[in-house]
């Protein structure tokens, strides 16, 4: 990564490392037919190729064999957790619109994934969440209602086996989509009190490793090593 050493060079430096980061892992034909889906359906946005590219990272550095995703969309976020799991690793993946699953179960065909590879779960995560099995799971990624955070980490941990990872995106979502005034947004972290929760909880628990990277929008992950 190149420095730039004038006013404004640390921004224009993190500008180019963003910009560096999304472009250098890019979206493949099944990945970009799987962002086409969700941007003609809406409301379901795709994790950025740097955030992807993060979370296969994670998923292949501790040999992922099962994974809980919350909040599974036209199925970006999938292809990137299974291309990171071990050939014989199955991902579950919840989320409560149909539409958007019957969406993912198509791109994760079109990227190679045979159906065992997977486990597709309708309905609402915190229904969802206490139906699957303590200590046995070796990630869990949450990609849905940022004001469940806090839920989630509290099942994530249950659900997790020692050595294992919970990842958060939108950490850092627009103050409007927080529902809160630009105004009142003296950045200095997680505009939303939920998000901020976890993100003290991840810092000051001695049971976690923590990491915050500013790839997307922001992914905030811990290792539970006890
Ligand atoms: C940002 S999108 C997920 C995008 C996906 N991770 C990807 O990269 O393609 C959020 C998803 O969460 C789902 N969702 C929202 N609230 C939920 C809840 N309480 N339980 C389960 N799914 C939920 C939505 O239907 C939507 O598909």
Redesign the pocket.
């Known amino acids: 990564m190149r420095s730039v050493f004038c006013p404004g060079g640390i921004i224009a430096t993190v500008h180019a490392a963003l910009g560096y980061a999304d472009g250098y892992l890019p979206e493949d034909e099944p990945l970009l037919a799987?962002r086409a889906n969700?941007d003609d359906l809406g409301?379901?946005?795709?994790?950025r190729p740097a955030t992807g590219a993060a979370l296969r990272f994670l998923a292949a550095a501790i040999g992922t064999r099962t994974a809980v995703?919350?909040?599974?969309?036209?199925?970006?976020?999938g292809i990137w957790l299974l291309r990171g799991m071990r050939p014989d690793g199955v991902l579950t993946s919840?989320?409560?619109?149909p539409e958007?699953q019957r969406m993912a179960r198509k791109a994760y065909a079109e990227a190679g994934f045979v159906a065992n590879r997977y486990r597709l779960i309708l309905?609402?995560?915190?229904d969802v969440l206490p139906r699957l099995s303590d200590g046995t799971y070796d990630l869990v990624f949450c990609?849905?209602?940022v004001r469940?955070y806090p839920d989630y980490l509290e099942a994530a941990l249950r659900l997790l086996r020692v050595g294992g990872i919970v990842a958060f995106d939108d950490v850092v979502i627009p103050p409007e989509l927080a529902g809160l005034e630009a105004a009142e947004t003296d950045w200095g972290g997680p505009d939303l009190p939920q998000v901020r929760e976890v993100a003290e909880i991840l810092r000051a628990d001695d049971r976690l490793t923590p990491l915050f990277l500013p790839v997307g929008e922001g992914l905030l992950a811990a290792v539970k090593r006890a």
């Open positions: 799987a969700a409301g379901c946005e795709p994790i995703e919350i909040g599974t969309g036209c199925g970006s976020s919840v989320d409560l619109e958007y309905g609402r995560a915190l990609d849905t209602d469940e």
